[in-house]
């Protein structure tokens, strides 16, 4: 992709954008314990700032800096979350890397607007899933949802993160690099199990083998890395075109269904939060507005959602399991 410049010269994304000073960057970010996520989107913020400004990071003024964020809130309509991202990733570039010591940062403040979450209905949850074209990527959508997990959690599970003993799964370093263990339902722990079979990889259980597990050798995958994110996004987008579920679906739709599906069987907000790794009992409260339920924490309103999902799970393994 290239940039105009007022007299005419094109040139590509990041060109005003040194790789020692990105490289740089990229150290700071990594010393400072930030999530490969969050690393990318902070390097982002400063490239977009760069190509903005026409000039290196480093020789960006106060003014630029202004000029860059009223491009971005009047021109470009940025909504919070990405403004947020952006103002973060620009502090901590000016913070750490290039230190400056300007006002404009006190200045800067974005209205936190609390937006209700997607959610689907168990039933549409059940064809969107029934909508997979490949078993691996019916077990990752079943996989997040009946556990409630975020999109690169589950790419990430491994081999011995399932203590299928105890009933759970250990989630490691989830967002803000916290652990937390999560129920694991008997239905789950039984499609990972068919699943795991038909590549075998010793560590991963979502291996990046390509639909037909085109890097298995004799049998067991040789992928070195879990599917990519690109591949899982592509899948749900498919889906929700087809069913038109509207643009506001995304897999982490799975997990906001998973906590308000809890919530509607009586399952305690305190609960839900432990299971969805929040550090505020404020962010899972947004799951009220869905649901109007008696709440309790009667261990038995587990049991009856493990029934559900494994309920949903026999119909949708006989759809599935042959694709």
């Not at 971005?72 to 230190?99: I, M, N, P, Q």
């Not at 506001?248 to 997990?255: F, N, P, W």
Request: aromatic fraction near 10%; glycine fraction near 6%.
């Amino acid at each position: 992709m290239t940039q105009s410049t007022p007299s005419g010269n094109s040139f590509p994304r990041g060109h005003f954008f040194p790789a020692e000073i990105r490289l740089k960057m990229s150290e700071d970010l990594k010393l400072t314990g930030k999530a490969p996520r969050t690393q990318n989107g902070y390097l982002r913020a400063v490239r977009q700032l760069s190509d903005h400004a026409r000039k290196s990071p480093a020789d960006v003024t106060e003014q630029d800096v202004r000029a860059f964020f009223l491009y971005l809130k009047e021109d470009l309509g940025f909504a919070y979350g990405s403004l947020r991202v952006a103002l973060s990733g620009v502090k901590f570039f000016f913070a750490h890397t290039c230190k400056r010591d300007w006002q404009i940062f006190e200045m800067l403040k974005l209205q936190n607007v609390t937006a209700i979450p997607e959610v689907l209905s168990i039933s549409v949850v059940f064809q969107l899933i029934n909508e997979t074209k490949t078993l691996r990527m019916f077990v990752y959508f079943w996989t997040v949802y009946t556990m409630g997990l975020r999109l690169n959690e589950a790419l990430h599970l491994e081999v011995t993160d399932i203590k299928a003993d105890r009933g759970i799964v250990h989630v490691h370093r989830g967002k803000g690099a916290k652990d937390r263990c999560v129920p694991l339902p008997s239905s789950t722990l039984a499609v990972l199990r068919e699943y795991w079979k038909t590549h075998r990889h010793p560590r991963l259980l979502f291996p990046a083998d390509g639909r037909n597990h085109t890097l298995a050798k004799h049998g067991v995958s040789q992928a070195t890395n879990p599917m990519s994110e690109t591949a899982v996004q592509g899948a749900m987008k498919k889906i929700v075109k087809k069913l038109k579920l509207g643009k506001g679906v995304s897999i982490h739709t799975l997990r906001h269904s998973y906590a308000t599906h809890l919530l509607e069987a009586g399952v305690s907000l305190k609960v839900i939060q432990k299971y969805l790794g929040h550090s505020s009992l404020q962010t899972t409260m947004i799951y009220l507005h869905w649901v109007h339920v008696r709440v309790c924490s009667d261990p038995g309103s587990l049991k009856k959602i493990n029934r559900s999902f494994w309920g949903l799970c026999v119909k949708l393994r006989n759809l599935v399991w042959t694709r």
